[in-house]
């Protein structure tokens, strides 16, 4: 029997992308599920989603009151997979930033990883259609989480991962610092701190089909600070594991 998969989709204002990227996921991993998570989304992706949900009965939708940010819609991924009862969760951008041609690769290396990861920084990775400040910016980010949070994997700050729910489910989700981009850096720490095995797989990113990146310099600044606060978080030994129930 295999193991049942949820694929979740965090989307906002991503109409134009989602009615073409369900089916390249579907087509790649015939077996999954998928779960959109729409923050409200004033272009109507929501509204979209619900119309293919009610077409398939492996799509799924939740909605959310507005924009809240990718590191909560992310979580709200994991308690629906938790929730559910699903044994492996691959997370991926809408936007065919992420192509699903690499799932059948995140998925084999399940059966020797906890968390896999689609890495642009391994042989035979790599990113098409960026410019130098974006390279830079990056580089530089995935440095900075490696030197405070202890990680040694090479891209930290992609999403394109597929994590064992098993393991996921011993992380108390309530501690979680981050909101917005720096989630990624903190979820590979946590996992890290649980014992997680990793294993990256070369994937190639490509810039978005449609529509424009949410990445801006308030989110930079705001996720060097979150990191900044996790490694002294990792200094202190903080828990990142629930809390032992008391004794009945």
Same mark, same amino acid.
């Given at each position: ?34 779960l959109v998570i729409d923050d409200n989304s004033p272009d109507g992706t929501g509204q979209l989603a619900d119309e293919l ?14 924009? #809240?940010? =990718? ?5 709200? *991924?994991? !308690?629906?997979?938790? @929730?559910?009862? +699903? ?65 040694r994997t090479k891209d930290n700050s992609g999403s394109y991962r597929c994590y064992r729910i098993?393991?996921?489910?011993? #992380?108390? =989700? ?5 909101? *917005?981009? !720096?989630?990624?850096? @903190?979820?590979? +720490? ?59």
């Amino acid at each position: 029997m295999s193991d049942r998969l949820l694929v979740t989709l965090c989307t906002y204002n991503e109409r134009e992308n989602l009615g073409e990227i369900i089916p390249e996921i579907f087509r790649f991993a015939p077996h999954a599920n998928i779960l959109v998570i729409d923050d409200n989304s004033p272009d109507g992706t929501g509204q979209l989603a619900d119309e293919l949900a009610a077409q398939d009965s492996r799509v799924h939708v939740l909605h959310r009151a507005g924009k #809240l940010g =990718l590191g909560t819609a992310t979580l709200a *991924g994991f !308690a629906y997979a938790i @929730e559910q009862g +699903y044994d492996l969760l691959i997370n991926l951008d809408a936007d065919f930033s992420h192509h699903p041609r690499h799932l059948p690769a995140l998925l084999e290396c399940m059966s020797r990883a906890d968390v896999s990861i689609g890495s642009r920084y391994v042989v035979g990775g790599g990113v098409v259609g960026w410019g130098l400040k974006r390279h830079l910016m990056s580089q530089g980010i995935n440095w900075y989480a490696r030197l405070l949070l202890r990680l040694r994997t090479k891209d930290n700050s992609g999403s394109y991962r597929c994590y064992r729910i098993a393991k996921l489910r011993e #992380l108390d =989700l309530s501690k979680f610092r981050a909101r *917005g981009y !720096a989630f990624q850096e @903190e979820v590979l +720490y946590r996992c890290r701190r649980i014992g997680c095995r990793f294993e990256e797989t070369p994937i190639m990113f490509e810039d978005r089909r449609y529509g424009e990146s949410k990445i801006n310099l308030r989110e930079v600044i705001e996720a060097l600070r979150v990191l900044l606060v996790l490694g002294w978080d990792n200094v202190r030994g903080v828990p990142v594991t629930k809390p032992a129930a008391a004794p009945g």
